[in-house]
């Protein structure tokens, strides 16, 4: 089962990238985001973190955000759960 | 659709005429479209207009006025600020004799107060502000440079900035960072969920759901003509 983490951040980078159901289902911890996703420029990005902050309520430092994030989606959520469990 | 202009007033007392999208048959509803800022504008123009065309066909007259510096405005954006905005609602909103607004976003951020209609997704000026940097330290650092959101907004505050494409002046981003939507029980917030879909100014590419558009105007209308 998913966790909460996942199911919005998969809703958050549906949004973004205007994912359909199916592919956003489809995204696996080893799915590429940036090679996968090469519509995402500095704007999209910065949305997307701060999608994340609003949805997950969670604070994100902009020196946080690096291109290793974006490698896989399993990066991102592992890097959203963490935070959460932080807060 | 015609193009129609309005006297936007200028600092000093005088006025410039700057354009507006209109859809005036002289009819009794009569709504002053508040369009989203920045970035988002691009990205929801297409559903702004779509909205309009709707709202035209279920009987109510509806403008799009262009705010100084942004579409075909002659002024400087780098010399605007958000309270010109608001002047420049305000002055569309004698013009054209509204009788309600839909603020987009950002819109919301330039209403004065007392006005009947809808808010779609209002926006805290500090939200977007914050995107804006965020984007701005992203794109430097691939272009090897390092700023620092702290170091920018100070920079902004003394002598203004460009972000995301958008030269600002300090003031603009003085009065961003201090926007709030508008509040008023005569204004309906209008959620995403109720339109569905998903919101179109956080995509990546620009893009269009004939749907939204549909949703948007049907609530609208129907608050309209109650």
Known sequence: MRSDTDRKLRRILSDVLGLSEDQVEELTPDTGLFGHLPELDSMAVAGLFTEMEDRLDISIDDDEIDADLLETYGALLAFAEAKREAA | ?226
Request: glycine share 10%; with cysteine; charged share 25%.
């Open chain 2, 1 to 226: 659709m015609s193009s129609e202009s309005y006297p936007c007033p200028l600092p000093g007392g005088a006025a410039a005429h700057e354009y507006a999208l209109a859809f005036d048959q002289g009819r009794k509803a009569r709504i002053l479209v508040v369009p989203a800022l920045f970035d988002e504008a691009n990205k929801l123009r297409h559903l702004t207009v779509e909205t309009m065309r709707r709202l035209h066909g279920a009987g109510i007259d509806c403008f799009l006025p262009d705010l100084p510096g942004t579409n075909e405005s002659l002024r400087d954006l780098a010399a605007v600020e958000l309270e010109d905005w608001r002047m420049a609602v305000e002055a569309a909103l004698r013009h054209f004799g509204a009788t309600h607004v839909l603020a987009i976003r950002g819109g919301a951020l330039l209403l004065p107060s007392g006005l009947s209609g809808w808010l779609y997704a209002p926006v805290k000026g500090a939200s977007l502000l914050k995107t804006m940097l965020r984007a701005r330290i992203l794109a430097s650092r691939e272009a090897g440079i390092e700023e620092t959101g702290e170091e920018l907004l100070e920079r902004g505050l003394a002598t203004g900035l460009e972000l995301a494409g958008f030269a600002l002046s300090g003031e603009m981003i003085r009065q961003l960072q201090a926007g709030k939507p508008a509040e008023d029980m005569r204004l309906t917030v209008i959620e995403q969920e109720l339109v569905g879909g998903r919101p179109l100014w956080l995509r990546a590419e620009p893009d269009h759901e004939p749907a939204q558009a549909d949703a948007l105007a049907a609530v609208v209308s129907m608050g309209c003509n109650a």
